[in-house]
């Protein structure tokens, strides 16, 4: 799965050090992964609770399969770090 | 597809005023759209010359069916805009 995230500077930092308990940080605001159902429906949960409905948005992908997606990069691969406090 | 970018402040308003073009604006640094094999030639040619290898990066992600891909958003649906000057 894919997550992107747009939240307010206040919980940022919260919700990249959330999602790297699960998935891999691949670029500001990105993070992908293979996890399983389980983990999905927490990851959910775990967002409803860090996020703010009104002010934020975060857009889950998901795939059943990791060759329903082509992925390529264009400029860095970036590494893997929550660097915004 | 969906193509997520992460690039200096300086070119952040060329880049989403390029992606406009071709896919719709779902949230900050994140386009989603239906493209021919033709655009999306197009797209990584546009976004190489906006873009500066060394500082920059840029994630393509494409599906051969619309259908491949769940979609879900917690919080906001913002809406299609390029804020960024």
């Known amino acids: 799965m894919i997550i992107v995230y747009d939240v307010s500077v206040d919980r940022v ?6 999602l790297r ?15 399983t159902d389980k983990q ?3 990851i959910q949960h775990g967002l409803k609770e860090l ?3 009104a002010e934020d ?7 059943r399969t990791q060759d329903a997606v082509t992925v390529s990069t264009i400029g860095q691969e970036k590494g ?5 406090i």
């Open 13 to 18: 930092s919260k919700v990249c050090y959330y």
């Open 57 to 63: 948005s975060v857009r889950l992908y998901s795939f």
């Open 80 to 84: 893997d770090t929550c660097t915004i």
């Open 40 to 42: 999905w429906a927490e």
């Open 51 to 53: 996020t703010k409905d």
């Open 21 to 35: 308990r699960y998935l891999n940080w691949v670029q500001n605001s990105v993070f992908e992964g293979n996890i």
